[in-house]
């Protein structure tokens, strides 16, 4: 299975790259731009067995700068930047992360995943709990529509598709909430909340 790592800082993207002599890094914005590329990204990651360092550039620039210093490729993000033992053997950009692009990048320098293998590793688990505690009368309904938001929104980019549908179904789309909450509307407004969590939980 794929795995995503969070690279936070300068030391941890040196560390990753040593410890995994083919591997990527994928810089994560905050628009659509990110959400598209990444899906392109996670085919890939079902079929071929590739280490994914992302960073999210809002919140650990330190480790996105390190990364263009290291690699003397202008920032971008979204950015895919493919390395073989420490040395960035391809990078794209933007809307330029695409199926045509990946594919002879992977064919020529990444292995491909065991039949048995497949899928991106993601952890759902902080959801479940938020909803949990929700459940269990710890948050009002307010609470936990603005903790769930905030979530979603600063990790939606880096969801598959299938995972940001199911995850959207509560309040709709993250990125239509950047002018405040207040424009988001009472959390029973698409019905019993309650009961919509639960049959989320059910799902996830």
Known sequence: MAQLIPLTTPEEVDSFLTEHPTSAIFKAGTCHKTMQG???????LKRYELPVGFIRVVDWRPASNHVAQRTSIVHHSPQFILFKNGENVFDVDNWDITPEALAPAFEAHVPPLDAEAGGVATNVEPYKLLMRRYLNGELSDWQFQDTYITMFRDDASLRSKHEFELLSRLFGDPDAYHGGLHQLGAPQ????????????????
């Open 38 to 44: 990444f899906s392109v990204l996670e085919t890939f």
């Open 189 to 204: 407004a698409r019905g019993d909340l309650k009961e919509r969590v639960a049959d989320l939980m059910a799902q996830l």
